[in-house]
């Protein structure tokens, strides 16, 4: 497709390629969770991120640990989200490099262990990221709660985030997670991009693939944002099929009759 990147002037398609931390663009929402995160860290305690799908959440995860100390902070990202409490526990260790253990007790001591070791002895703080946590159990829930409670409660040690969709809100709002609920001490809903942003953010992934060309009119801006509503992922995927459109209607030939 060398044709097709030729013919808008781009380096690199501009809205497909995963961007590095310092390339993202901040809008206020993404700021937001940032500043939130960072404050989160601080007091180490369990942090709540929602967001619809494509919103950006797994994104604001990677700025988080792009802007860690590497000496004073570890992060462990857990994409297993479905499974029993020992799945869970399997996933933590193997983030951590400890060996897995058969039985939920042990694996339970063993991650409590080398969280205590990395905190009193190394003076690195763990921040344990755990996404699509919408589909966790109810016990593997309270099981991550429990991960977190050190020297009876009385320290923090280990630095929990749950991050997933809005439905993960609601389930926190039920009875039976009251305990949880009550430690979270940062949350925040992610919500998509503003009008006003829209056109700041086309112009920024353009220049990132070499063209600062105005290529978005603002009718196309207008019903660009009506269709996404903001939404980061669902605005990438349009605009790709909006210039692969407009690169197929320029390079059209008609068949030629014999």
């Given amino acids: 497709m060398l044709m097709y990147l030729a013919h808008f002037g781009f380096t690199h398609y501009p809205f497909e390629r995963a961007l590095q931390p310092d390339e993202l663009f901040a809008s206020s929402a993404a700021r937001e969770a940032q500043a939130r995160l960072n404050h989160l860290v601080e007091l180490r305690g369990i942090g709540l991120i929602t967001g619809e799908v494509g919103s950006g959440k797994t994104t604001v995860c990677r700025q988080l640990c792009a802007s860690l100390h590497p000496g004073l902070f570890r992060l462990f990202y857990v994409p297993l989200s479905t499974g ?23 694996a339970y001591r063993l991650i409590h262990t080398e969280v205590s070791r990395l905190v009193l002895e190394t003076k690195i703080h763990p921040v344990l990221v755990v996404d699509e946590a919408q589909h966790l159990r109810n016990d593997v829930l309270e099981d991550l709660r429990l ?49 006003e ?15 600062a060309l105005p290529l978005f ?22 605009t790709t099929g909006k210039f692969l459109v407009e690169w197929v209607t320029a390079n059209w030939r008609e068949p030629v009759s014999e």
Avoid at 84 to 106: F, T
Avoid at 151 to 175: F, I, K, N, Q, T
Avoid at 198 to 210: C, E, I, K, V
Avoid at 222 to 237: D, K, M, P
């Fill in 84 to 106: 029993n409490v020992l799945d869970m526990y399997k996933a933590i260790a193997w983030q951590l490099g400890l060996p897995v253990e058969r039985n939920r007790a042990a």
């Fill in 147 to 195: 991960l977190t409670n050190y020297a009876m409660d009385a320290e923090r040690r280990l630095c929990l985030l749950l991050v997933g969709l809005p439905e993960l809100r609601r389930r926190l709002s039920m009875a039976v997670h009251e305990s949880l609920t009550q430690r979270i001490v940062v949350r925040y809903h992610l919500n998509g991009l503003t009008r």
């Fill in 197 to 211: 942003e829209l056109p700041a953010y086309l112009s920024h992934r353009l220049q990132l693939a070499g063209c």
């Fill in 217 to 238: 009119e603002p009718p196309a801006i207008e019903a660009l944002y009506h269709a996404t509503q903001g939404v980061v992922f669902s605005t990438r995927s349009l």
